[in-house]
């Protein structure tokens, strides 16, 4: 089809007009999902998580779909090997029914990946392009989706969840190693960087920057639990405050 809606070929640039208003649509939507939950009942929340969840994954599947039709669909780069659309496909068994242990683990991994994948984005197709609509809305929604769930159900992570969710990616990583190898792919960019700019590039080449990110993971993972870390102080301060009038 001549739609654009169906090429692969509008491009995308980092820090475009674009990608900025990309960013602030998301945050308006986020604002929008956070207020809401605020005056759902516990139930009502859990069925908005669950419509959320089954939204992304309903739109992995249709944009793969529509990309297969469209003659490029490449196992090498579009399985949904990727935290972000992994996580995505997989978003109605995770998020169907809170749970700590599985939430901590998201809450790093999407917190620490997929909003970085939003800031510095790996897409090579621009608005009105379903590329562009899929990349937004897989990373978008796994943000919104995760801080839903933070707020409305009070799965705070803790300190050790942190190394907990360490060891699970590692875990990851060593499955995709043979994985990648065979498929010839760079599924997690294991084997080389993203073209478009991204924070890898600060990071030297393969495969010093696996190593150095495997360093730093836990940095990341440290950054997105401050403001758990706030929260715990400011609502501890005020329960003691509150009990002491």
């Not at 900025?20 to 809401?36: D, E, P, R, Y």
């Not at 935290?83 to 809170?98: D, R, T, V, Y």
């Not at 990349?135 to 803790?158: K, Q, R, T």
């Not at 890898?200 to 495997?214: A, H």
Request: with cysteine; proline share 6%.
């Amino acid at each position: 089809m001549d739609h654009p809606f169906f090429s692969f070929d509008i491009p995308f640039a980092s820090f475009s007009p674009l990608h900025w208003w990309t960013l602030v649509a998301f945050a308006g939507i986020l604002l929008l999902i956070v207020n809401v939950g605020r005056r759902l009942s516990a139930q009502q929340n859990l069925w908005l998580g669950r419509a959320i969840a089954l939204f992304l994954s309903v739109t992995v599947v249709i944009f793969s779909w529509i990309h297969s039709w469209n003659g490029l669909f490449n196992y090498k780069v579009d399985l949904p090997l990727s935290i972000c659309n992994l996580f995505a496909l997989l978003a109605p068994l995770l998020f169907w029914q809170p749970n700590f242990r599985r939430f901590e683990v998201i809450y790093f991994l999407v917190l620490c990946g997929t909003f970085q994948a939003m800031l510095t984005p790996d897409l090579y197709a621009g608005f009105p392009s379903y590329g562009y609509f899929k990349y937004w809305i897989v990373h978008g929604g796994l943000v919104i989706s995760v801080i839903h769930h933070l707020l409305a159900f009070n799965l705070i992570p803790e300190a050790k969840s942190m190394l907990r969710t360490f060891v699970w990616l590692n875990i990851y990583m060593l499955v995709l190693i043979p994985v990648n190898l065979t498929l010839d792919a760079n599924y997690f960019y294991l084997m080389e960087k993203p073209i478009n700019p991204s924070i890898l590039d600060y990071f030297g080449p393969w495969p010093f920057y696996v190593l150095v990110c495997e360093a730093l993971a836990m940095g990341f993972f440290a950054v997105a639990y401050v403001p758990i870390y706030i929260g715990k102080k400011y609502f501890s301060t005020a329960a003691t405050i509150q009990a002491a009038d």
